[in-house]
C-alpha cells in the first residue's frame, strides 16, 4: 500500500520556483516614492486605445535588484474604469511584456471583467478565497482563466473541480485504488464491476469513514487500520487479499502542493511544491459532503488553511504551497436558476463574495464591437473561401453589425431568462454567441444574385438564426426575434440613424458599405506579405496534395466540376498560406489536358480555378457564395 504522485519527467530538485521567490520586495514597485514613475504608472494603466477603450489595465514590469540586474518581472492590475487615484495590485509574474500584452488583448475591456479581475488578484494577493456569483454571460471562467495566464503564461489554467448532485467527494480528496498489475483478465475485470458499483463505492466510503473516525490512533497506526480492511475487502469479493493499493489525490491536495510547469501544467514532483489556483465551478450545485469537504481548507482570519489532514490517506499532513488559492463561482440561487441551492453558510463567511447582475449595455456593445472586429482573439487566421469582404478590414461595416448584434444579443438573454415553453432545461447565453456570430458573418457571406454583392443584411439574418435560433424549442422566442432584427434592418422607425449626415436605413447602410468594399478590393488586390515563411511540412503537404489531384484528373469516371473541385476547395481550407494556395492552383491549372476530358470540360476546369484563385487574392470580379 503506497501513496504514489502523478509521475513526472522533471527532478523534484528542477520545480520551478514560488511566484513569490527570490524576489525583492514587491511594495517598492508597487507603491513607489518616485512620483513620476507612480504618475507614468498611472497614465500606462489608464492608457487607450486607437478606438477609445481602455488599453491598460495591466502591466508589465521587470523588477531590478541593487546593483541593477532584472531578478524578476511583475504586473501591476487596475480597473480603468474606476478612475484616478487608481486601486493598484501588484503581484509576480513568470510573463515577459510581450506575453503580458498578448494576454491583455484577448481582455475586452468591459467594466465587469476589470471589476472580476481586480478582485481576484487583491484576493490572491492576501490568499482569501473568493466566490464570484454572476449570471453564465458574464464569464466568469473567462476572467480567472487570463487570470491563471498573467501569473503564469499563456495556455496556464487552474486545476478545474466541476459540483453537481453526482459529484463524489473522492474527487475532491482522493481516494484509495487497487494496483490491477499482476492480476489475471478475469480478476481485473471482476475488480472493475466492484469499483464501479454502487455496493464498492459505498464499502470504500464507509472504510473512509471508519479510518477518519479514528483520530485518536498515530499515522502509522491509521495506516495499518486501513490496510487491514482493504485486505478483508479484497477477500471478501473473492480476490488476493495482498493486492497493492495506492492513493490517488484529488483536486484539493493536488492543487496545494502541485508545481506549474513551464507548458503552463500542473505536475506533482513530490508533495512540497508550490501549489496552484483551485477553481471550483458551480458551487451552489455542491452536495453537502462536498461542502463539508471544502470546509476543511479553511484557515484562520480568513485565509485558507496552511495544511490539510488527509483522513482519508490514513491521516497523512498535506502542506499548501505558497501559490495555493481557490476560487468559487456559482450562477444566482434565484428562481433563474432554480436548480442552485443557497450557498452553505459557513463556506459563505470563509470566502470573499463578489456578486455580479448582467453585463450593461454599454459592455455588451463593446464585446459585440471587439467580436465583430475580431480583435480579442477570434480571428481565424486566414481567408476563409467563402470571404469577399474581409469584416478584419472594414471597421464601418463591423461597427453597424456590432450594434445590431448587442441589442440581438440582449433582447436573447433577456427571452431566454426565463426559460422555454417545452424545454425544462435552460439554454444559457454567452459572449460565445458573439464571437461565433462574428465567424458566421465572415465565413458564410450571401450573395444577392440580382446585384452579385454580398447581402451583409441577409447574411445578418442568417447568423443570428444559425447560431442564437435553431437549438430553440419556443417559437415564439425565434419569431420575435427574428422580427425585430427584420425591424432593425428595415423599419422606418428604429431602422433609421443618421449615417453621413442623412437618415437612412440600417440596411442600406450595410448594402452602401459592401458596395464600397468590394470596389476598394477591385481596386487594390491585397498585398502578399513580404516574405512569408513556409514550413517543410506545409510544402510537402501542397506536393502531396497536388500529385493526388493530377492522378484523378485522368480518371475519367471522376467529375471535374462535382469531386475534384470540391476536394481543391477543401485543401485550400487545409493550406492557409496564402503563397501556397497560389502554387497548388498555379500547378494544377499548368497540367496537360488529358485525353480523357474533352476541351470544354478542361477549360471550365481551369476557368474554376483561376476564379478560385482571384478569390484567394481578393479580386474576383462576381462573388460566388452559397445562399
Known sequence: MENQPIASTKPVQDQLPSLSTNLPDLAVHGFSSNLRKAAKLQRDLLARGPDGHFLGGIVHEQVRGAKGKIVGNVVHIANPFQGEPLDIVTLPTRCTREEIEQIRSKIIPMRETYEILVSLAKAYEQRHPILIEGDTSIGKTFVVNRFMEILYGKGARPIDFYCSGQTDVSELLGKWAPRSSGLSESDKKLLDEFLNSTYGKNKLQRIDQEVGEAKDLSSEAQQALLKSKLSALMSEIGLNSSVQWEFSYGAVPKAMMCSVQEDGSPALLGTKGSGTILKVDEVGLAEPAVVMALLRIRGEAGKLAESLQLWEAGGEVIDAGPDFFVVYTTNPSDKDYIERKEIDPALARSVIWLRKGSLSDESLSVAAQKYMSFSVGNDPGHRPLRTAIDLREEEEITTEIAEIAAVVHRRYLELMKNGEAGRRQKLPGSLDHLARLAS????????????????????????????????????????????????LLSDKGIGLKNFRGQDMLRKDILSLLGEEAIKRKKASPAKRSPQSILSDHERQMCVDIQESIQAQIAIPTLSLENSLLPQIGDALEIITTRELQEELLDEIGSSAKPDSRTTEEWERFVGALDELKCRINGTSEEVDLVA
Do not use: A
Open 440 to 487: 458566421y458573418m465572415i465565413s458564410s457571406q450571401v450573395q444577392d444574385t440580382s446585384t452579385g454583392q454580398v447581402d451583409l443584411s441577409v447574411t445578418l439574418q442568417r447568423g443570428v438564426e444559425f447560431v442564437y435560433l435553431s437549438g430553440l424549442v419556443d417559437p415564439k422566442i425565434g419569431e420575435t426575434i427574428r422580427k425585430e432584427v427584420t425591424m
